[in-house]
């Protein structure tokens, strides 16, 4: 919405004052003009940007889906942001437990646990390591060795997973550890919510004021000419 009406503002506004500009014979400031040239460049080449914006939207989507290399690299760079990604880390772990813990307590084998976990995760990060925790199991390793000193699990997560193998209480540990992510990912949503709301209301105001100021300087300029004649 508020691309909208900048863009709005950028081309039915601003060239309206153009010819006003023109006609008094105003001096235009450097601000000014750089808001005409990019009037002139959207209303010039707005089939060009449209064009260009749903290309892009559609080659990411489909390499995003269709290229695995490509899909890891976007999700290990969400996952290094410092919000997103503790969000995107929360969800999964968040998800990972509470699966795991309905599994084990229903008596399922911990290799199957596994490679249902793989298939309902889309992130390619965590499908590996429950890809590489099944060759573990199956050769007799701790189903806590994959997850030690990994990036994407947090320490907290793997010393329960840890602290329930060795005691016997792994469904307990992890449904523990299942309803902490989960809270620790709702908080991260308030978080995210809190900070977009007055990132956009000065996202709109810095625009907006900018096209204000670059119609009303040259207007201060044709007012002081007047008043001098």
């Not at 691309?3 to 450097?30: C, H, N, Q, R």
């Not at 060009?48 to 490509?70: D, E, G, N, P, R």
């Not at 390619?124 to 007799?140: A, C, F, P, Q, V």
Request: glycine share 6%; hydrophobic share 55%.
């Amino acid at each position: 919405f508020a691309v909208g009406v900048i863009t709005f503002m950028l081309v039915y506004i601003i060239p309206k004052f153009k010819d006003v500009f023109v006609s008094m014979g105003a001096e235009i400031p450097a601000v000014t003009q750089f808001a005409l040239n990019l009037s002139a460049f959207i209303t010039n080449n707005y089939m060009t940007i449209i064009i260009s914006i749903v290309a892009f939207v559609v080659i990411f989507i489909f390499a995003y889906k269709k290229i695995k290399v490509f899909k890891v690299l976007m999700q290990k760079l969400s996952m290094q942001l410092p919000i997103i990604g503790k969000l995107v880390i929360a969800k999964e772990m968040s998800m990972f437990a509470s699966t795991f813990a309905t599994l084990t307590k229903n008596s399922v084998m911990l290799t199957d646990c596994m490679e249902i976990l793989s298939k309902i995760t889309s992130n390619e990060i965590y499908k590996d390591i429950m890809n590489r925790t099944i060759d573990n199991l199956i050769k007799g390793d701790k189903m806590s060795e994959t997850f030690k000193d990994h990036w994407a699990v947090p320490d907290l997560a793997f010393y329960m997973i840890l602290t329930g193998e060795n005691t016997g209480e792994l469904g307990n540990m992890l449904e523990k550890v299942g309803e902490y992510y989960l809270k620790e990912e709702k908080n991260l949503v308030g978080q995210i919510k809190t900070f977009i709301e007055p990132a956009m209301i000065l996202f709109l105001a810095v625009a907006v004021g900018f096209i204000v100021i670059s119609v009303l300087v040259p207007m201060f300029g044709m007012y002081q000419t007047v008043a001098a004649g």
